[in-house]
């Protein structure tokens, strides 16, 4: 379960550490913030680009971005939080340099982002640092996905696919929880997972039980704070809530065998239903169908057995509601013939 902060910190690196701690006690396995190296990653237009709107923390989209941009400091910092708390801090690489940086900070994973699938030097690239990847596939073919695991897996097995939808949020008939199974048949080589982008916590369990073993949601403390992604991330109650159905489905599948447990054992015996005596009978009687009928509790001879019963005779007498057994029944006819 990876908890995707991103940006949501808002610049802050107290409020990222609170972020962690919160992640953690919801039950996420790791954390991931967003790396970019803004100035190298866009175009001067796209970064000197007038961003005047409500979630702006700067007046262009450069100015923004480097707000909300951690460095060395901040990512150490955040190291060193993540071990105490133990949970595992990581980071989308947006381009080679934040690549190369995170490289420096000996990270244990990289996610490359749904963008970035088709940036076959920045795949390899990240490849070659012999660390696990995650790979988003939001706004992509199945000939762009197997294209990335051509590019990846010769040079590093490690990788993770994340079915996912780049919609923000996504609506839940785009999600096509399907293309898991799809991807399990297709990259055998790969961990499958899931990248999720919808309003709620039900679409991950949907997705476990296809076969799901990685979930990324988007993460906050607030959902009504300043910033694109709160309002499609998930609070620290619902990653709770959520990581808590995640455990319980995975208990629940179990291990495919059909088994009795000990709690069914006594509402069986008082539901079921066991081959009781109709009426009194005589010692001596041969039993036909009208002398016996099916009761509750069970316990007895159960039901099934009736045809086994059937013109057997009654060794004593039997009186209305006697459960009926073995020991005061003669052998069957066919036993008797081989003895």
């Known amino acids: 379960m990876i908890a995707e902060i991103g940006h949501n910190h808002q610049g802050s690196l107290e409020k990222a550490r609170e972020m962690f701690r919160e992640a953690k006690l919801a039950g996420a396995h790791a954390v991931k913030l967003q790396k970019r190296d803004n100035r190298g990653l866009y175009t001067k237009a796209a970064y000197n680009k007038p961003y005047d709107n409500e979630n702006s923390f700067g007046a262009t989209y450069g100015e923004h971005r480097e707000f909300l941009e951690f460095g060395a400091r901040e990512y150490r910092d955040l190291q060193a939080y993540a071990r105490e708390l133990g ?5 989308t690489a947006f381009d080679k340099a934040s690549a190369d940086f995170l490289a420096g900070l000996d990270v244990p994973a990289y996610k490359i982002a749904s963008g970035d699938l ?4 920045l795949l390899q690239h990240v490849a070659g640092f012999g660390k696990p990847i995650v790979v988003s596939t939001g706004g992509a073919l199945l000939e762009d996905v197997q294209r990335a695991y051509d590019a990846i897996m010769p040079i590093n097995p490690q990788l993770a696919i994340l079915q996912c939808t780049a919609g923000y949020p996504a609506a839940f008939e785009e999600l096509d929880l399907r293309v898991i199974d799809q991807y399990r048949e297709r990259f055998p080589g790969a961990v499958i997972g899931f990248s999720s982008h919808d309003n709620g916590i039900a679409m991950p369990v949907a997705a476990f039980v296809l076969g799901a073993r990685i979930v990324e949601k988007h993460f906050t403390l607030n959902r009504a ?5 709160h309002a499609f991330s998930l609070e620290p109650v619902g990653l709770r809530k959520m990581v808590r159905d995640l455990e319980r489905t995975h208990k629940a599948l179990g ?7 000990d709690s069914e054992k006594a509402p069986i015996i008082k539901m079921g239903k066991s081959l009781v005596v109709a009426r009194d009978l005589p010692s001596g009687h041969v039993l036909g169908a009208d ?7 069970g316990g007895g001879i159960p039901p099934y057995e009736l045809q086994n019963v059937l013109g057997r005779v009654t060794l004593k007498a039997l009186h209305a509601d006697d459960f009926l057994s073995i020991d005061v029944l003669s052998k069957p006819s066919a036993e008797l013939a081989r003895s």
């Open 118 to 121: 088709k940036s076959v030097p």
């Open 255 to 261: 291990d495919g065998v059909k088994k009795i447990y």
């Open 291 to 297: 002398d016996i009928v099916m009761k509750s509790p």
């Open 225 to 229: 704070m300043k910033g694109t992604d």
């Open 87 to 91: 949970v595992d801090f990581f980071s």
